[in-house]
């Protein structure tokens, strides 16, 4: 696995820089790939309005079936983003620093991402016990990716060519690859060094 940089101290960005610094890396100029995101209802307060409000963006919710209005509140959602929609502009410059998800870039369409991301929803703890998996959480995925073997990085990006997520308590975006069958990972500075 590649070093991830060290931890900046620099002041963060505006929030427009911070979009334009950000969308070069979550929208890669690549023919076909979209950019997803897979967004913590229970860290984001008004997540579902958003959702279903005037900028409406397309998404599933990760849990199957109806829910209960409660539920739905603090459900894991995908969400397929476009560059420069209102949606995509709100989550950037609210969210970020604050751990409300994470993204992906695939081929694959939304129906297809959906699938693959709800195999992770549940897991076995080593006491063979089921568990809620949040590997949607910005704070899990670095943490977790690194332990992966070759076998089990290839089930975890699946349809996925990126995932990427907040680093350095959002002062970095950590983008990570397979290559080889081995993770390749790096933070991107997101700050503006020098200011105050």
């Given at each position: 696995?590649?070093?991830?940089?060290?931890?900046?101290?620099?002041?963060?960005?505006?929030?427009?820089?911070?979009?334009?610094?950000?969308r070069p890396h979550l929208f890669p100029e690549i023919d076909g790939i979209q950019t997803f995101a897979v967004l913590d209802g229970a860290s984001i307060p008004d997540l579902v309005d958003q959702l279903y409000g005037e900028n409406?963006?397309?998404?599933?919710?990760?849990?199957r079936g109806e829910l209960e209005?409660?539920?739905a509140e603090v459900a894991p959602y995908l969400v397929r983003l476009e560059r420069d929609a209102p949606f995509t502009d709100w989550l950037l410059t609210e969210g970020w620093g604050r751990h409300w998800g994470i993204f992906a870039c695939s081929q694959a369409n939304l129906k297809a991402v959906r699938t693959h991301f709800r195999r992770f929803l549940m897991v076995?703890?080593?006491?063979?016990e089921q568990i809620y998996f949040r590997f949607y959480d910005p704070r899990v995925l670095p943490i977790f990716l690194p332990?992966?073997?070759?076998?089990?990085?290839?089930v975890l990006f699946g349809p996925l060519t990126i995932y990427a997520c907040e680093a350095e308590k959002g002062h970095g975006l950590g983008v990570y690859r397979t290559e080889?069958?081995?993770?390749?990972?790096?933070?991107?500075?997101?700050?503006?060094?020098?200011?105050?």
């Open positions: 696995m590649s070093e991830m940089s060290p931890t900046t101290t620099a002041t963060p960005i505006p929030r427009e820089a911070l979009k334009q610094t950000l409406k963006p397309e998404f599933v919710c990760l849990y209005p409660d539920i076995r703890d080593p006491e063979g332990t992966c073997n070759a076998e089990e990085l290839k080889e069958n081995q993770l390749q990972a790096k933070v991107i500075p997101l700050t503006a060094p020098g200011k105050q």
